[in-house]
């Protein structure tokens, strides 16, 4: 069996602190229009579209094929880490993969409900868009309608973040690789989220409120499967560093 490898340490303003302040800086952007201009820029007035509503990339590659293959991860995630209980060269890596499949349950399941409460509308849905719907900020109260909305957070961006679970399955055994699926993830969200932008379904901080929230999972996903695991079985010296 492999031997188990010592957490490294967690620094809480990088790994705690970053994600905190852009949830406070989303808050206050709440205050400014960034958000409709941002959008404004992916619609055409005289198409009285967005730009992209009707692409065949966006749609069918970009949405519906990139969802599968993150499912098939998610899937073959879940069965070696059921393999690892039975095959012994997978024992070493049970944790690490137990702390994957969490993660990426967690950054996938947690938006459909949150969609269902808060009930934010799309772009493609605002009358400034050509919808019926209007508009309405995160924290106001939803005005009357027969159809909510559903677009807060952004789904098919945490497509791409719920990746960041790749980032702490591998953080304390190949670092290297770790940093690598952490630009992996942040590439793939970030590339999916302006993909969904560019046809009307989320404003910008939709999706970077996704991140933040596949982040977090991520990072507690880590710390209470293998951080805290990690330190438990270390030596009292090891325990005090870390």
């Not at 980032?167 to 055994?173: E, Q």
Request: glycine fraction near 10%; charge should be positive; aromatic fraction near 12%.
């Amino acid at each position: 069996m492999q031997q188990r490898t010592r957490p490294r340490p967690i620094n809480p303003w990088l790994y705690l602190g970053i994600p905190l302040a852009v949830a406070v800086g989303l808050v206050l952007m709440e205050l400014t229009s960034v958000d409709m201009d941002v959008a404004n820029l992916f619609f055409d007035p005289a198409a009285g579209q967005f730009i992209g509503r009707h692409s065949y990339l966006l749609e069918t590659i970009m949405h519906d094929r990139v969802k599968q293959v993150v499912i098939l991860i998610g899937l073959l995630s879940l069965g070696t880490y059921a393999l690892s209980f039975f095959w012994q060269k997978l024992f070493g890596w049970r944790r690490e993969l137990g702390c994957l499949v969490l993660a990426l349950g967690l950054s996938t399941a947690f938006v459909t409900p949150l969609k269902k409460v808060t009930q934010v509308q799309c772009p493609w849905s605002l009358t400034q868009f050509g919808g019926k719907e209007t508009y309405s900020e995160l924290l106001q109260p939803r005005p009357a309608t027969d159809k909510p909305g559903l677009c807060w957070p952004g789904g098919h961006a945490a497509t791409g973040f719920c990746l960041f679970g790749l980032f702490f399955m591998l953080r304390d055994r190949k670092p290297k690789l770790a940093r690598v699926a952490f630009v992996v993830a942040l590439v793939a969200g970030s590339g999916l989220a302006l993909g969904r932008m560019m046809q009307g379904a989320h404003f910008l901080s939709h999706n970077v409120w996704t991140a933040v929230f596949c982040w977090l999972i991520g990072l507690g996903s880590y710390y209470f499967v293998l951080y805290r695991k990690g330190l438990a079985e270390a030596p009292a010296g090891e325990q005090r560093a870390a």
